[in-house]
């Protein structure tokens, strides 16, 4: 008695006919494609990568974009989740008589945000930074040797030391176009307890930042946090990054965006930290190292967490450039 008919077949993932626009009949109630299924499967990340290999994943444990299951498969110019949500909304309305709300405000079709990870603005920081800290190894002092011997050679060079102090002129640029973007800030740096040495090399308790922070707050643009290297590891450590920075900032933090992308690894367990810790918004899943949907879908959403069986309250904003 069923008014649309979907059948359960947990091998479905890609439906190439509708992504070809070669259904034989796209009016159908009956639907011999797992939609379902495949939707969990993909934002779930329960599609397999680079065939299981371990080299799937970089030293960031990021999934690589060659190896990951849209490549393999041809299909990562496409935010699958999305040609099924639209397909489902379409029997929706034409069998059920359903009329969904709008995705966007104002009849829009999409919508793009601007962000940036506030890396390495002050371009001597990693020159003024100690070399040695408590419980460093070996992989540490040579990795920061090499960075600041790479920082003294960039100074020499060009010795001018605001070139990296660019935040007026990114808002002045963007403000030309309507746009008020995101800066992601990191307070912890790599000396920093609790820091590692992949960490930014600044700190944000240096004067200089406060005038930034008023000037972005009095323009309408927005501060978030760029959660630290090996964050991950507890709520409490984004507790206690999200409150420094709203100390610092005198503002209300309300997203973040994790360094290198570094979510560790459980990303889910991580993404359920940040709903914990009172983020609205997350930003950290996507490709490094090419364009397409880490997750499959180009949409905000709110990922699921297994454990648990409940949706995960911090919003997904998708990266996919």
């Known amino acids: 008695k069923a008014r649309i008919r979907i059948v359960l077949n947990e091998s479905d993932v890609i439906w190439r006919e509708l992504l070809n626009k070669n259904l034989p009949n796209r009016d159908s109630a009956d639907i011999q494609f797992d939609l379902i299924g495949a939707i969990g499967r993909l934002l779930w990340d329960k599609v397999g990568h680079g065939g299981g290999s371990g080299s ?111 935040f007026d002129k990114v808002m002045s640029e ?69 409150e420094r920075l709203e100390e610092l900032a005198q503002v209300e933090v309300k997203g973040l965006r994790h360094h290198y992308w570094h979510l560790g690894p459980n990303p889910e367990q991580t993404l359920d930290y940040h709903s914990q810790a009172g983020f609205l918004y997350d930003s950290s899943l996507g490709f490094n190292d090419g364009l397409g949907f880490r997750r499959n879908t180009a949409s905000p959403y709110y990922p699921w967490l297994p454990s648990k069986n409940n949706e995960i309250k911090t919003l997904q904003l998708p990266v996919f450039c």
């Not at 008020?180 to 740096?189: G, L, N, R």
């Open 174 to 242: 963007e403000a030309k176009y309507g746009f008020k973007s995101t800066s992601f800030f990191a307070p912890t740096h790599y000396y920093k307890e609790h820091g590692a040495y992949r960490d930014v090399p600044y700190d944000l308790a240096d004067s200089k930042f406060k005038p930034v922070f008023k000037s972005m707050i009095d323009a309408g643009f927005e501060i978030g946090l760029h959660a630290g290297y090996n964050s991950f590891q507890s709520v409490d450590l984004f507790r206690a990054e999200k």
């Open 56 to 166: 799937s994943f970089d030293v960031h444990q990021r999934l690589r974009q060659p190896m990951s299951f849209q490549s393999i498969n041809g299909v990562s110019e496409y935010p699958l989740v999305d040609y099924y949500v639209t397909h489902l909304k379409y029997l929706f309305q034409i069998h059920l008589g359903i009329e969904p709300y709008s995705r966007w405000p104002k009849g829009k079709k999409f919508a793009i945000g601007l962000s940036h990870d506030v890396d390495n603005p002050m371009k001597t920081s990693i020159l003024k930074a100690p070399l040695l800290y408590r419980g460093m190894n070996k992989s540490a002092l040579r990795y920061l040797s090499i960075k600041k011997m790479k920082g003294l050679i960039r100074y020499l060079r060009y010795p001018d030391p605001e070139e990296f102090w660019v």
